[in-house]
Structures are given as C-alpha cells and as structure tokens.
C-alpha cells in the first residue's frame, strides 16, 4: 500500500508543472529575422543552438499573400535548409514557421519574418507554432515521475534481496515490488513514445496516428526506448530466479587414497596436494553480471533522450547521469524497502546486523549522488548567475534545500543505528526522508523539462524581429524602410529600397534622413544615405541620444529638379 501511495505522490507533485516549449534557441536566419531584401530568395536557412531534427510538414515558408511556397526541408545539424518557388506575388512579408525536435527530445517552434520590397501585414502564424496540447503537457512529466519511481522500485528492493535480506523473511512481498517497478518503468517508456510525436505537433495525446508512431520509434530517441524495453523484458526473465533464496549446497570433502608400499623400512609418501580451485563463472554468476551490464545500459536510456545528450561534453554528462540515476534508486528504492517490509516484523538481533551496513551503502549513494549532479549541474547551468536568474536555477536551488533536509534526517538516522543498532526510533525518521525524497523525484521530473541555465542563456542572445519597418508615399515615390536595432545610442541602421509609385524600382540622385526629438523639442540631426546595388537601395545610421518620440524625414531626390520628403515617428527608449 506504502509503495502505491509513494507512486501517487510522485505523479501528483508534477502534475501542474507543463513541458518547456524550447531547448535549442534560435541565433540566425537568412534572411535574418525583420530585415528587408531587394528580391525573393530561393532559399532561407534557420540555424539553432544545439542539433535539430525537422517536425514532417510543419516547417514552412509562407509567402505575402498566404501563398506556401517551400520545399522539402534539408536538416543538417544546427541549421535548416528550406528551398523556395518564386512565389506568384513576391513583395511584401513573409513568414517562415518552423517546429523541429531538438537533441535533448524535446520541442521547438516558432516564426521569423523577413521582407521583400514594401512590407505587408504578417500572415497569421500557423497552428505549428503554438505550445503542446494540454494532454500533452500534463502527461510528459507525469510520465517522467512514474519512470523515475519505477527504477526506485527496482533498484532498491534488488540490493536488498541480493545482499542483506534476512533469511527467515518472506521474499515474495520485494519481488512483487520489483515486478510493480518494471511494469511502472515499461507503461512510463510506451507513454514516452507514444507522446513524442504529440510534443512536435501540438495536438492531443490521443490523435497518434501510425505514421506518426512509425516515424517516432524509427528515430534516434525511438530506438534507444525500443532498446529501455528490451532490457526491462530481459530483465523480467533474469532478476526473479537470481533473488529467489539460493539453494544450500552440501560441501563433501573429498579422501585422497594413500598408496602402501610392501616392505621394510619403505617410506610413507605423502598425500598429494589437493590442486587449487580455479574461478568459475557459474550459471548464477553469469547471470548476476549479466543483469548489472543490462542495468547499467537502461539507466543510460535516460540521459540520452534528455539534456545530457545535447551538451559540448556528451560523455561526461551522460556517465554522471547513469551514476545519477543509479545513486538515486539506491538510495530511495532502498528506504522504501526498509519502510515497507523491514523495520516492521524483522528481529532486533537481525536488525543490528542490516541496518549498519545498509546506513554505510546510503552514505556512499548519497556521496555519488551529490558528486554527479554537482557535474551535470555546472555544465547544464552555463554559468553561477544562472541559478537565479533561469526557472533551471531556481528549481535546482530548490531541490538543493530539499536534499539538505534529507541529509540532515539521514544523519539523525545513521546516528541512531550506530547507538542502537536495533531500528528504534528510526521509523519516523526514514519516513522523513521517503517524504522528502519525493519532492526531489517530482522536482527531478520538472527539471528535465524546464530549458537549462546554458540554454536560457542561448535564449536571451536568441535572433528576434527588433526594429522598425514601414512604406511611405509621396507623389513622385514610395519608399521602404527599416531601422534596427531602434535602441538608444549611435548604431541605428536604416535600409531602405525606392519605387515608382506603379511598383517598379526607381534609382535615387540623392537619399537624406533626419531625426527630431518631440518631446522634448529638440533640432533635427540630418544623415546622408549611401547608395547601394541594385540602384533602388541605400544604407545610413540613425542617432537616438534621449528615449522619446523622434519624427523621421526621408528626403529624397529622384532627378535634377525632383524631390520630395516623407516622414513618420517613431518611438525608442519606452
């Protein structure tokens, strides 16, 4: 009942915590993001933080009048490759509305905008782009929590069936806790899979087509699930007759005939030494490696499909989350072992003798435990100021004070087993710590779906549509703008491109903008503008010494005798 209630308040813990909807962030694009281009490309390029992997049919480019205009996606890498048809209307915005899968599994989307010759209203952003289904949202970590708390119910009660049970205590009640923890781990690793394809789409858990399954267990993140999967069911077959109780052997010591020899004064030879036993890999040695080398690669199915795997050091971080992981379900698996089936009804003499040895193996698992994450957090985090300032930082200072009020309830425990020896008083205080250590399995779960400290900070210096756009129109022009970034200071970079007023490029004599501040009054600054190739665009700087209104002038000479000015506002700084 114990351990039911255990699985119930992991799963709750997590249940309003929603998937992070980013991991890899978007820093480039060509175009680049809010710019204005002279002629329609035949094709634009994404490129991302970390490796991504296309979502099928929902990476697009959608022309200015609603027009989808791209090929199939070349993904390679950091950087995606989209092909583009000359669209039938190929001035205004555009928009390119993309959702892949990035290397820790998880999705991302999003749009970028760029135009060619006048801007145009932005189309509306395709369905893609929004977050996961609520379903979704609800059953990632969910699922993430129940896999977590499987491996503690394997863990845990294998350890102590292998090396510490008593012998005159029932085995079944562990085995059936072991064969709880495969199933929760297997029912956690189907929902993984069949979430995944959910995650990039954006529609509910229950919409999972078979194309959608087929091209998700194909995948990297599918196979390494396939393979979680297989081990468990090896697993299954291998752990119940290896933890069963052993048979008694009856050792029989073996004669060595001494041969007599006929006659006087014949000397008595002796013995021959009995010849050393050579090591033998029995059946039951076999298949105790056997289950560790299976164990070792299933707890490695979890860092893969996650953070760990999408990281300058792989190795490194995917090593600290195996020793994570197992140091983990020692730890807690082994104190709901104790909790459920030993402390009650197991002698005092017994006791004496399990509980010392079990306190030194929690000593050495937490030991492990704190080491590992000290390594996967220095690398995750990116830098110290990223504990405070990220969602990652804070939850992890979180789970850090949770850990301290463990340790401290598991020194009072080591404490009280080296006075008594006996497992009084130390119900309440293992209790303590199953508690806590559940709120550090479901905030475990939160945080492997919340952006690390490196990638939040990847986020922060990730590419945006900052700036300024806008056509005006005279009688002898229209002329198209863009200032970016419009921030305070000196660097304000205005392009613009001329055309006649039926739409075809015109070459300007002479280009001129000025800057005025409003409020308060100040005199305009005026600005030469160089022209550029082709002959319809120029590129200049804008200066915004105090945030305001500033009022923008264009002047601009179209031949000997022809000039005119156009203006508009624009606000910086508020």
């Known amino acids: 009942m114990l351990a039911v209630l255990f699985v119930l308040l992991t799963s709750v813990l997590v249940l309003p915590a929603s998937p992070a909807s980013a991991h890899a962030a978007t820093v480039g694009s060509t175009p680049a993001p809010g710019s204005v281009i002279?002629?329609?490309?035949?094709?634009?390029?994404?490129?991302?933080?970390?490796?991504v992997t296309p979502v099928e049919g929902r990476v697009q480019v959608i022309a200015p009048d609603g027009e989808r205009i791209s090929g199939k996606v070349q993904g390679g890498g950091t950087v995606l490759r989209i092909p583009l048809r000359k669209a039938s209307k190929p001035l205004g915005t555009y928009l390119i509305s993309f959702r892949v899968i990035s290397a820790d599994s998880h999705p991302v989307g999003g749009a970028i905008t760029f135009s060619v010759g006048a801007p145009s209203a932005r189309p509306e952003e395709p369905a893609a782009t929004t977050g996961p289904h609520p379903s979704v949202a609800v059953a990632v970590p969910l699922l993430k929590t129940i896999g977590y708390a499987g491996v503690t119910l394997i863990v845990g009660p294998a350890l102590f069936l292998a090396f510490l049970w008593p012998p005159r205590r029932s085995r079944g009640g562990a085995l059936r806790m072991i064969r709880i923890g495969l199933a929760l781990t297997a029912a956690a690793t189907l929902g993984a899979l069949g979430s995944q394809a959910q995650q990039g789409s954006g529609a509910p858990l229950w919409t999972l087509t078979a194309?959608?399954?087929?091209?998700?267990?194909?995948?990297?993140?599918?196979?390494?699930?396939?393979?979680?999967l297989a081990i468990?069911?090896?697993?299954?077959?291998?752990?119940?007759?290896?933890?069963?109780?052993?048979?008694?052997?009856?050792?029989?010591?073996?004669?060595?005939?001494?041969?007599?020899?006929?006659?006087?004064?014949?000397?008595?030879?002796?013995?021959?030494?009995?010849?050393?036993?050579?090591?033998?890999?029995?059946?039951?040695?076999?298949?105790?490696?056997?289950v560790l080398g299976l164990g070792a690669a299933g707890l490695a199915t979890w860092p893969m499909t996650g953070h760990a795997i999408a990281v300058p050091l792989p190795a490194v971080t995917v090593t600290a989350g195996v020793v994570h992981m197992a140091a983990m379900a020692t730890w807690i698996g082994g104190l709901v072992t104790l909790t459920v089936f030993l402390l009650r009804g197991t002698h005092e003499r017994m006791l004496g003798v399990v509980l010392p040895v079990w306190s030194r193996w929690a000593a050495l698992a937490v030991i492990w435990l704190v080491m590992a994450g000290v390594v996967q957090s220095v690398i995750q985090l990116g830098s110290v100021p990223a504990l405070w300032r990220t969602d990652y930082g804070r939850l992890l200072l979180v789970k850090v004070g949770v850990l301290a009020v463990v340790l401290v309830a598991a020194a009072g425990a080591r404490r009280m087993v080296n006075r008594a020896r006996n497992g009084r008083g130390l119900r309440r205080t293992v209790l303590v710590e199953v508690v806590a250590s559940v709120l550090i399995l479901?905030?475990?779960?939160?945080?492997?779906?919340?952006?690390?400290?490196?990638?939040?900070?990847?986020?922060?210096?990730?590419?945006?549509g900052k700036g300024v756009s806008e056509t005006l129109t005279s009688d002898l022009y229209t002329v198209q703008f863009n200032i970016y970034p419009v921030e305070l200071g000196e660097w304000n970079t205005v392009h613009a491109f001329l055309y006649r007023p039926d739409g075809a490029p015109l070459q300007a004599e002479e280009w001129q903008v000025s800057a005025r501040l409003l409020d308060p009054p100040l005199e305009a600054v005026k600005q030469p503008m160089a022209g550029l190739l082709p002959g319809n665009q120029a590129l200049g700087s804008l200066t915004f010494p105090l945030a305001g209104t500033y009022e923008l002038v264009f002047t601009i000479r179209v031949s000997e005798i022809d000039r005119a000015s156009v203006k508009t506002t624009v606000t910086v700084g508020r």
């Open 442 to 464: 479901g905030l475990s779960s939160v945080l492997v779906q919340v952006d690390p400290g490196r990638s939040a900070a990847a986020n922060e210096k990730a590419v945006g």
């Open 211 to 228: 194309d959608e399954f087929l091209e998700v267990v194909t995948s990297q993140y599918g196979l390494l699930l396939l393979g979680r």
């Open 38 to 51: 002279g002629a329609s490309p035949s094709e634009v390029t994404v490129t991302f933080s970390e490796p």
């Open 232 to 290: 468990l069911g090896a697993l299954a077959v291998l752990l119940p007759p290896l933890l069963r109780r052993p048979p008694r052997t009856v050792s029989v010591p073996l004669t060595v005939p001494v041969p007599v020899l006929v006659g006087a004064g014949a000397p008595v030879p002796r013995p021959a030494p009995a010849p050393k036993p050579q090591p033998q890999l029995t059946p039951r040695k076999a298949r105790a490696w056997a």
